[in-house]
T-cell receptor, first 113, second 114 residues
Framework: KAGVTQTPRYLIKTRGQQVTLSCSPISGHRSVSWYQQTPGQGLQFLFE???????NKGNFPGRFSGRQFSNSRSEMNVSTLELGDSALYLC????????????FGPGTRLTVT | AQKVTQAQTEISVVEKEDVTLDCVYE???????LFWYKQPPSGELVFLIRRNSFDEQNEISGRYSWNFQKSTSSFNFTITASQVVDSAVYFC???????????FGQGTTLQVKP
């Protein structure tokens, strides 16, 4: 089975711009979660989607949003980028929501200049 | 509130040494799940193990073993006869029974020298 794929792998944006990151889960997985990883804050949960519905949301400003499509693919969007948004954004998929094992993709490295 | 603490920021060992990575968690839930993930330099988090709060049996998988003790709220990870390929950042994580939100510790960087 193919693993979780994320596109693009690397991205450079300018402050004030917006960005959309994409995640394709493992085939058959219906739950997708997003995490932000920075040296200072570590790994922080952004949101979780299951069957196109947002199940949980972390403590991030409204500039961070996401959605999930009927084929379980997910996108996250960050508007009005700030320097502090520079991070590795990781997507994880799971068969079900809740206690399921989450399998991570390689991440998208976003640099905001 | 839930919290995971990995007090060891960095550990350096010589190949073939055994090494234990500590993980202490805090939660008021009776049903919860604990995880260990490995993050090699490539950046992708690799799932290692999941353990639910009702199963305190220790687990061994090859050179890896895990010790779960609810009495001390710890879920420690031991690598026996470490190898250079074990060099990575290791994360312990916690989630409640009804949510996929993983709460991660700060991670322990393990360096295994030849």
């Amino acid at each position: 089975k193919a693993g979780v794929t994320q596109t693009p792998r690397y991205l450079i944006k300018t402050r004030g711009q917006q960005v959309t990151l994409s995640c394709s889960p493992i085939s058959g997985h219906r739950s997708v979660s997003w995490y932000q990883q920075t040296p200072g804050q570590g790994l922080q949960f952004l949101f979780e989607y299951f069957s196109e519905t947002q199940r949980n949301k972390g403590n991030f400003p409204g500039r961070f949003s996401g959605r999930q499509f009927s084929n379980s693919r997910s996108e996250m969007n960050v508007s009005t980028l700030e320097l502090g948004d520079s991070a590795l954004y990781l997507c994880a998929s799971s068969l079900r929501t809740g206690n399921g094992e989450q399998y991570f993709g390689p991440g998208t490295r976003l640099t905001v200049t | 509130a839930q919290k995971v603490t990995q007090a060891q920021t960095e550990i350096s060992v010589v190949e073939k040494e055994d090494v234990t990575l500590d993980c202490v968690y805090e939660t008021r839930d009776t049903t919860y799940y604990l995880f260990w993930y490995k993050q090699p330099p490539s950046g992708e988090l690799v799932f290692l193990i999941r353990r639910n709060s009702f199963d305190e049996q220790n687990e061994i998988s090859g050179r890896y073993s895990w010790n779960f003790q609810k009495s001390t709220s710890s879920f420690n990870f031991t690598i026996t006869a470490s190898q250079v390929v074990d060099s990575a950042v290791y994360f312990c994580a916690l989630t409640r029974g009804n949510t996929g939100k993983l709460i991660f510790g700060q991670g322990t960087t393990l360096q295994v020298k030849p």
